[in-house]
């Protein structure tokens, strides 16, 4: 069978990181071949690459047989290459069309042609089955829709190789259901698709062969047939995989955090809460799933005095806790673990042990009437860093200079020391490898264990289920039904997250 | 290289290319630079009135400068330096005409306090509105500026205004003047500088020692992690910039208190602009800014020496845009001094 | 009461008109600039710089050559020089794009200051070198109103509103339009589709520099004839908030300059008029009123418009 893609011995150095060691790649016409591999084996990588983002130190490209050198993302996409990123590369306030020709116009000699790039956007879409309306504005699209324009726009530009990076990230099941019967229509087109994924169910299901990589280098190319998800796991880790999180059951008693009614509207005055109410006790997990965007950021906002809701109370011990700042909440003993590190949970220019007291450093034993106790700081942040293992072992070195797991344990680290009540803990695993993973899990139950009360947000079905001892799916703001994880179906779940109410799917 | 020998080379070394480039400049209309730049040096040090200007126009510099500096350090561009100096002298001048009654220990730190309310005040403004509207304060403390000039050129002829010619207020109290130093030639040293150097003190040990310097710096480098903190944002917004604008005022302030006894319409005379230029040459450290207001200090002295040579002393001005332009273009002179070290190695 | 007479003497004189138009059009100029700059997201708070070398090199040139459309041309030569210095800086080196644009305004200040004695004998300012004349449209003449309001006015006003249609033309209906503003909003995403991000953001930065100069030149040639130092006054900042009333949009842009002009003017007619008898000491109080109107307009509407995602954020591949 004719070879769409092959990647002979590729290496690509970064400061520090052998991101991608002598990997081969090939891909044959018209299927559809996983690359599978954790977070920051390299796969990535390797994609910017083959796409003309990054050019190799060393290694050969070859598209349908012919040897490639791409100066830029315009030469793979001349040679027939469409990718689709994990964060899509769309322009916000133009419309459909508009993104979709963006570099490749339609022109009436210097007019650009809004009308002809709309018939061309829809005579694709029809083709496919990818519906959208092309006069539609980007921001008023939901991310599935959004997807889909990102795959029109490939298709656009004549692509007959189609990389896709974690596409199903932001999906729900079912949307990710759609997505599949789109990239098996394309398939039967002839299409060739390189599909990027650590989920290892949805590899098994949409692949035809399957390419698995860890730290960098391939550890196994595989037919879909002839393997099981087991197998892949263990060539993805490196060893065997436990697939769930051992833990005693919890202990509840009193009730923590009550939340009644509440109402939170987003910068743009949209309703995103609509009336969300439950309990959190004493020493559980209460897991909150749903796909990004569905209120749990403005949830999770309000509860941590970062935005004010409209309606309703929240109730913290016993007291009406309301619209009280960041500050009274921290000091009523909430702690929170944001979703984005990088932007909420440390000020990345300030040395480790400033990080540390974000929050508290302005109370004892940091300080010493208005000024900061350096001493004392440094002292708490040295046991800090020996206690959750925080590399390299320097607390005056800067934020910024932390890997991405070590900056997530500093986040935690310090949260966790504040000797909380209440434990808002929103993605406290995106982007980190199976380690860090593990640690920041562990970390979690044993805290839940010493009786503290933690909410946990989570698009990651698999550690949402494991970790909670009860657990809520949002859509559109409000909660579809509240669930004892060991008792329902990955499929609920899923129609839950879709919008259907647990009692609906239960009545039948 | 490290991030502390990069802050402290690259002031320098736009400091020298600016010269170097103004040196072309001054060769273009025909004028000698070596001549032009041995007249500036001498328009500064040559002797011992000279120093003692250069040290009467470094007192504000400072001040202005750390007023920017701190705006900077807080995340905020506080270019209204020029405004809030107007303000602060113009207000402590009417307080100071009418407190010949009071002994001076309480005439000058009182007098001092009013100016630098009346800057705080007004740079608050801008400060509230960013909080509140979110509009930028490069743009309200511009507008401020301007309506703090006409303000002050109605209040120095009207309300305010003694004798013909240029328009002056009368002379403050004699207990609300500060005391000199020594006299050089007529020429009375301001005490000032003391006052100027007491405050880089202060402000270095509220950035680096507080709290409140934790919060400050913390929104300016990044407000959403300081908001997560507990840190009132559009609190600090607003306090930093009144502290900014605090310094201003008292630079208009001691300008009133320690060299003209009065207050002037042409007070400010770019000082507040020159803060710009001294805070990104001291790389926003308030020790850093006594020296690089120094540095202008002795610039705007030297340079109405360089008047006499034929060379204008707008000069100044370019060479300042220069040394601004390649601070904040600062991975050009990163880039020509690693080029230099790779020719050197190989 | 008196101060209503003279209100309605003002809106009542067609004079007040043109003199709105003429105080409108710098603001028009300069705000198309800051739209085709911050469109592309690059801030350019240099407007005020590249005004104030525009006024300065058309006199320069219009008393050289005796001719004020080249004194134009090579104002718009130096204007492009100006923008190009802040492209380089914030597009290249990806430098602070506001402490760049102060440089650039006190490199004006300072060039256009340290070039006055030897060019024209004395600092301060020129004397009338000469200015472009103005346009009679014969149609305007007909009615007394209308003849003395836009009757005979500077050809440059056409030109800026020109302009504003040539801008709206450029953004809205062209592909190089379509990517400029995509490449202010996301340029990651433009630049994955090929777009070459750096270049338009230089397209956008270099016509910035021609309606900046152009509206500085308005200033000198168009209007006075002469060179005063500092003669832009911060006209330059007045523009920056009218793009942003105008919503970064061509169009609005010249609606609000139209405002601040009409402040301008009403505040000026004000001062003279002759039913007030206002006191020479007291005029300084009425130029406040630009000012303030501009900062009263910031507060109350900057929440209310939406700029370019990525204005002022380098680009980094």
């Known amino acids: 069978m004719e070879k769409a893609v092959e990647m002979i011995q590729i290496v690509k150095q970064f400061p520090g990181v052998l991101a991608n060691d002598h990997v081969d790649l090939i891909v044959l016409k018209g299927e559809i071949h996983s690359v599978v591999g954790e977070n920051g084996a390299g796969k990535t990588t390797l994609m910017n690459q083959l796409y003309g983002l990054l050019k190799p130190d060393s290694g050969e490209i070859r598209i349908f047989e012919q040897k490639v050198s791409f100066k830029g993302p315009r030469d793979a996409i001349a040679k027939g290459i469409g990718m689709v990123h994990q964060h899509f590369m769309l322009v916000n306030n133009l419309t459909v069309a508009e993104n979709v020709v963006l570099g490749s116009e339609t022109t009436r ?108 280098k391939v550890t196994g190319v595989l037919n879909k047939n002839e393997t099981d998800v087991r197998e892949i796991a ?99 003993g909430m702690a929170h673990i944001p979703e984005d590190r990088h932007k909420y949970g440390l000020i990345l220019q300030y040395p480790a042990y400033y990080n540390m007291i974000l929050g508290r450093h302005y109370v004892q034993p940091f300080v010493k009437g208005d000024f900061l106790d350096h001493r004392k700081i440094q002292e708490f942040t040295k046991t800090i860093f020996s206690q959750f293992d925080v ?65 946990l947000v989570s698009m990651e079905l698999d550690e949402i289920m494991s970790l909670s001892d009860r657990l809520a799916v949002m859509y559109s703001g409000q909660i579809m039904g509240e669930v004892d994880p060991k008792e329902v179906t990955v499929e609920e779940i899923g129609l839950m997250m879709a919008g259907h109410r647990f009692e609906d799917l239960r009545r039948v | 290289m490290n991030n502390r020998l990069w802050a402290f080379l690259v002031p320098i070394i736009s400091v020298i290319m600016a010269l170097l480039i103004s040196s072309v400049v001054i060769l273009l209309i025909g004028q000698d630079p070596i001549v032009a730049y041995a007249a500036l040096f001498k328009g500064a040090f040559g002797s011992k009135l000279a120093i003692a ?164 710096k913390g929104t300016g480098f990044n407000p959403y992690a300081a908001e997560y903190g507990g840190i009132k944002i559009s609190q600090n917004i607003v306090l930093a910039m ?35 230029s001294i805070a990104l040459i001291g790389q926003n450290n308030p020790i850093g800014i006594i020296f690089a207001a120094l540095l202008m200090g002795s ?48 | ?140 003449m007909k009615n007394e109103f209308l003849a003395q309001s836009i009757g005979e006015l500077s050809p440059m006003i056409y030109i800026a509103f020109g302009c504003v249609a040539l801008a709206w033309f450029i953004i809205y209906k062209t592909r190089l339009g379509l990517r400029m503003r995509a490449v202010g909003e996301n340029p990651e995403a433009a630049d994955t589709l090929g777009v070459n991000v750096y270049m338009i953001r230089y397209f956008g930065v270099l016509m910035s520099g021609i309606m900046a100069s152009l509206g500085g030149a308005f200033l000198s040639v168009g209007e006075v004839g002469n060179f005063r130092e500092l003669m832009t006054g911060g006209r330059g900042f007045i523009a920056l908030a009218a793009m942003i009333l105008g919503n970064w949009n061509p169009v609005g842009a010249m609606w609000a300059s139209l405002l601040f002009g009409f ?38 509407f900057i929440g209310k418009t939406r700029s370019p995602a990525a204005d002022g954020v380098p680009y980094e591949k």
């Open chain 1, 234 to 332: 263990r060539l993805m880790v490196g060893r065997e995989v436990v697939f769930t999180v051992q833990k005693p059951p919890a202990k509840s008693s009193d009730v923590v955090l009550r939340v009644e009614n509440l109402w939170v509207k987003d910068y743009r005055k949209l309703d995103m809460v609509k009336g969300i109410s439950f309990e959190i006790r004493k020493g559980e997990i209460y897991g909150i799933a749903g796909v990004a965007g569905n209120g749990q950021s403005e949830l999770v906002e309000a509860l941590t005095g970062l935005r004010k809701p409209e309606k309703g109370r929240v109730i913290l011990c016993g007291e009406d806790v309301t619209g009280k700042s960041v500050r009274e909440l921290r000091e009523k």
């Open chain 3, 263 to 300: 402040s301008e003017a009403f505040a000026n007619q004000l001062q003279s008029s002759s039913v007030l008898h206002v006191a020479s000491s007291t005029k300084p109080l009425f130029n406040m009123f630009p000012f303030i109107v501009t900062l009263i307009v910031i507060a109350g």
């Open chain 2, 299 to 346: 610039l705007r002295t030297g340079s109405n020496e360089m008047q006499f040579v034929g060379v204008p002393k707008h000069i100044i001005l370019i060479v300042q845009a220069i040394i601004i332009f390649l601070v904040a273009a600062d991975r050009i002179v990163r880039t020509i001094l690693i080029r230099k070290k790779r020719v050197k190695a190989s």
């Open chain 1, 109 to 216: 000699g210097i007019i650009f042609d809004l009308r002809e790039a709309q018939k061309r956007v829809d005579q694709l879409s029809r083709s496919y089955g990818l519906q959208v309306d092309p006069t539609a504005k980007i921001e008023d699209l939901p991310v599935g829709m959004q997807q889909r324009v990102e795959i029109i726009k490939t298709l656009y530009r004549g692509a007959e190789i189609l990389i896709l990076d974690e596409p199903t990230a932001v999906l729900t099941p079912q949307e990710t259901e759609e997505l599949f019967s789109v990239l098996k229509r394309l398939k039967e087109n002839g299409k060739t698709i390189i599909f990027i994924s650590h989920k290892l169910n949805e590899v098994m299901e949409i692949s035809d062969r399957i390419t698995v990589m860890r730290q960098g």
């Open chain 3, 1 to 140: 009461m008196r101060v209503l007479t003279a209100i309605w003497e003002i809106f009542t004189n067609p004079a007040f008109y043109k003199l709105t138009l003429t105080a409108a059009t710098p603001f028009i100029f300069a705000s198309l600039g800051g739209v085709f700059s911050e469109i592309t997201g690059v801030v350019n708070i240099a407007l005020e710089g590249i005004m104030l070398m525009g006024a300065f090199v058309s006199i320069v040139f219009t008393s050289v050559t005796g001719n004020p459309w080249i004194g134009l041309l090579f104002a718009i030569l130096v204007g492009l020089g100006m923008a190009w210095l802040h492209a380089w800086a914030s597009i290249k080196w990806r430098g602070n794009q506001i402490v760049s644009g102060t440089a650039l305004i006190l490199l004006a200040q300072g060039v256009t200051g340290f070039l006055m004695e030897p060019i024209f004998g004395r600092p301060g300012q020129t004397d009338i070198v000469g200015k472009i004349p103005e346009l009679r449209i014969p149609l305007f």
């Open chain 1, 391 to 455: 590399r390299p072992n320097n607390i005056k070195m800067l934020g910024m200079n932390f890997s991405g797991g070590n900056q997530q344990k500093l986040v935690v680290a310090r949260e966790m020391s504040a000797q909380p009540k209440l434990l808002v803990v929103s993605q406290p695993t995106r982007g980190l490898d199976v380690g860090a993973t593990e640690f920041i899990h562990k970390a979690l139950i044993q805290l839940r264990d010493t009786g503290v009360a933690i909410l």
């Open chain 2, 242 to 276: 009144a502290i900014s604008g605090a310094l201003s005022g008292l630079a208009g302030t001691l300008e009133v208190m320690g060299v003209h006894h009065r207050f002037l319409g042409t007070l400010s005379g770019g000082k507040g602009f020159d803060g710009i």
């Open chain 2, 53 to 216: 200007s250069v040290i009467i126009k470094t007192t504000p510099l400072i001040l202005t400068g750390l007023a920017v500096g701190f705006g900077f350090r807080a995340g905020l561009f506080n270019i209204g330096a020029e405004g809030q100096m107007v303000m602060g002298a113009m207000i402590a001048t009417a307080f100071a005409i009418n407190v010949a009654w009071m002994p001076a220990v309480l005439a000058i730190p009182l007098t001092m306090v009013v100016g630098m309310a009346a800057g705080a005040g007004y740079a608050a403004i801008a400060g509230v509105l960013k909080a509140k509207t979110g509009a930028h304060e490069v743009v309200t403390t511009i507008m401020l500026n301007w309506i703090a000039e006409y303000l002050s050129s109605y209040v120095v002829t009207v309300p305010m205004g003694v004798g013909f010619g240029t328009p002056k207020s009368p002379e403050i109290a004699n207990s609300a003047k500060l005391p000199p130093l020594m006299t050089v030639q007529a020429t009375e040293l301001t005490s000032g500088i003391i006052v100027a150097v007491i405050a880089a003190v202060v402000i270095y040990i509220v950035l680096e020692k507080t709290t409140k310097g934790y919060e400050l």
